[in-house]
Every structure is written in structure tokens, then in C-alpha cells.
């Protein structure tokens, strides 16, 4: 028999068995792997979202958290597991679109090793200024950045943070020099920019706003292509820098291989979650936007999202060892 026959015998004899692990899809419970420490925002979505999807799965959702590695810890674990759909990845920007452009190496391949399921939320950032800084919306401040450069400061969580990049981003699009100033997670971000330490940061809207709603920051802007419906007052960055996004992405992904009716039955699940109004009003009262997708759409996202920061990182010659 030849090469190509036996393929295709193979591949017919292996349609039905796949047919019917998909139909008896869950038959244990899953394990979603959040690639951070419990207790932060990503960690909080995972167990919304975990919660949400037991009933209809028939199966309870384990959150897991593999905290390490700048997000490669948690998604290693997910790409070495069984394709069998039972574990997924909680994806933010850092394993997939982030990380393979930061880092010299990543111990997978961010694209073979997994499966995506579906998009699940983008959460805008805040650009909040202390109130020490003389300018009153972002044009004001990106003409004193000019006319200054190198004194205004920007605060992060961290290398390659969301709040990180989201200044790398500001810098290369308004043509400006901002000095980064890297802390250990925002809470320490927070206590120098309310001190006036720092000049300013991009940062979570959830732990900015509240800050400037109360007066001791200034709030110039949002970091979603448009404004968001938690402070629709606040124009969106874009509107003075079109094409400005730096809203960080989530998503779910399976290990690559999984097999398609899976992936489907997982999708439709996620999906159908994330149309729902009560579900979805959780998500808005925290300042998010559900980002349903099907799988391909997915991936079309996941290629531009890594387009788009590829550039940003180099520009900024930004390099994890």
C-alpha cells in the first residue's frame, strides 16, 4: 500500500474516534492555567468566567495558577499537556503576542503549541497624570513632553507589563522622550505616581480612575480605540493619536492538536457565555468589553496583536533575558 493511501485510511479510521471524544466531551474536569500569581485581575476573569462555564459543560473548571517566567511558566504547562481539550490557557498578551518578540527564547512554540478556543475581553487602560504636571489633556501633554524631553517620567508593573508597553506605545506613536520607571506590580506604581515621584502612567482603569475621580490624579485618556462606557466622559487616546490601541487582550486557547469538534464544543460554550446580558453586565461594570470570536478570528487577531507590539518592542529595543 502506498505512502498517501495509507494516510488517508489512517485519516478516515480517525474521524470517527474523533467524532466520539468530541460527543463525550468533557468526561473529567478541566483545569484553565492562569500564568499568574491568584488574586490579580487575570486571576479574578479566570474564576468568572471558570464558574460560568461548569453548568453547561457538564464538568467543573479548576482554576489553576502557574505564577513565573513573565506569563512562560503557566503557558508551557498548557502547551505539554494532552490535547485533549482539558486543559486551556488563560490567555493574556504576554505568552502568545508578547513574549516571543520580548524575550530571546520561549520553552514552546507560541503558535504550533496551542489551539485557540475564542477572544473573552479587552480591558482599557487609564493615562493618569499627577496633578503636579502642567497640562490638561494629552495634546497639552505630549507639547510639554516635547518641549522638555527626557524629564517627564511614566510609571509600569514592570519589563514588558501591559502598563509598560502602553507607554512604549505613547512614546512611539507621539514621537516624544518619557523615562520609563519599572516597579514591582502596580501597587507600588500607584504610591509613587500619587506622591508625585513619578509623572504619569498608563495603567488599569479599575485602579486609576477611582485616584482621579477623587483628585489626586489627572485622567487625560483611555487606551481602547474608543471610549469606555465606565468613563464615557474621558476621550480615548485615538482621538488625539489615531490608531492608538493598547487595551490588553484576553482570550482562551487549548493545546495545540486538540482536535476541532473540541475546540467547537468549547467555543460555543465560551461564546454563548459571553452574550449573555448578565454576564456581560459584570464584565461592563468593571470596565470591560466581551470579545466573543470564533476560533479563526481568533487567530487573525493573536497575528495582528503580535504584528502590532513587534514593532512598538523594537522601536523601544525592549529586551527580557
Not at 17 to 32: C, I, K, M, T, V
Amino acid at each position: 500500500m502506498s505512502l498517501t493511501r495509507r494516510a488517508l485510511l489512517g485519516a478516515s479510521l480517525a474521524l470517527p474516534a474523533l467524532a466520539a471524544r468530541a460527543q463525550g466531551f468533557p468526561d473529567r474536569p478541566l483545569r484553565l492555567i492562569v500564568p499568574y500569581a491568584a488574586g490579580g485581575s487575570a486571576d479574578a476573569s479566570a474564576r468568572m468566567l471558570a464558574e460560568a462555564m461548569a453548568a453547561p459543560l457538564g464538568q467543573p473548571v479548576v482554576v489553576e495558577n502557574r505564577p513565573g517566567g513573565g506569563a512562560t511558566i503557566g503557558a508551557q504547562a498548557v502547551a505539554r499537556a494532552a490535547p485533549d481539550g482539558l486543559t486551556l490557557l488563560y490567555g493574556t498578551p504576554a505568552p502568545q503576542i508578547i513574549n516571543p518578540h520580548l524575550m530571546r527564547s520561549v520553552p514552546y512554540d507560541p503558535v504550533r503549541d496551542f489551539a485557540p478556543v475564542s477572544g473573552y475581553k479587552r480591558a482599557p487602560n487609564l493615562l493618569a497624570i499627577h496633578p503636579s504636571v502642567p497640562a490638561r489633556s494629552l495634546a497639552e501633554l505630549i507639547a510639554l513632553a516635547k518641549a522638555r524631553p527626557g524629564t517627564l517620567t511614566f510609571a509600569s508593573s514592570g519589563v514588558g507589563s501591559s502598563s509598560h508597553l502602553a507607554g512604549e506605545m505613547l512614546k512611539f506613536m507621539a514621537q516624544i522622550d518619557i523615562t520609563h520607571v519599572p516597579y514591582r506590580g502596580t501597587s507600588a506604581a500607584l504610591t509613587d505616581l500619587l506622591g508625585g515621584t513619578v509623572s504619569m502612567a498608563l495603567d488599569t482603569l479599575s485602579i486609576l480612575l477611582p485616584q482621579a475621580q477623587g483628585g489626586k490624579l489627572r485622567a487625560l485618556g483611555v487606551t481602547t480605540p474608543q471610549r469606555s462606557a465606565k468613563a464615557p466622559a474621558l476621550p480615548a487616546i485615538a482621538e488625539t493619536l489615531p490608531g492608538f490601541d493598547a487595551a490588553p487582550f484576553n482570550y482562551i486557547a487549548a493545546t495545540g492538536g486538540t482536535p476541532a469538534p473540541i475546540v467547537a464544543k468549547l467555543n460555543q460554550v465560551i461564546v454563548a457565555i459571553l452574550r449573555r446580558p448578565d454576564f456581560v453586565a459584570r464584565m461592563e461594570a468593571l470596565g470591560e468589553e466581551a470579545t466573543p470570536s470564533t476560533p479563526e478570528e481568533l487567530v487573525a487577531t493573536l497575528r495582528a496583536e503580535s504584528a502590532r507590539w513587534k514593532q512598538v518592542i523594537e522601536a523601544a529595543g525592549i529586551r527580557v533575558e
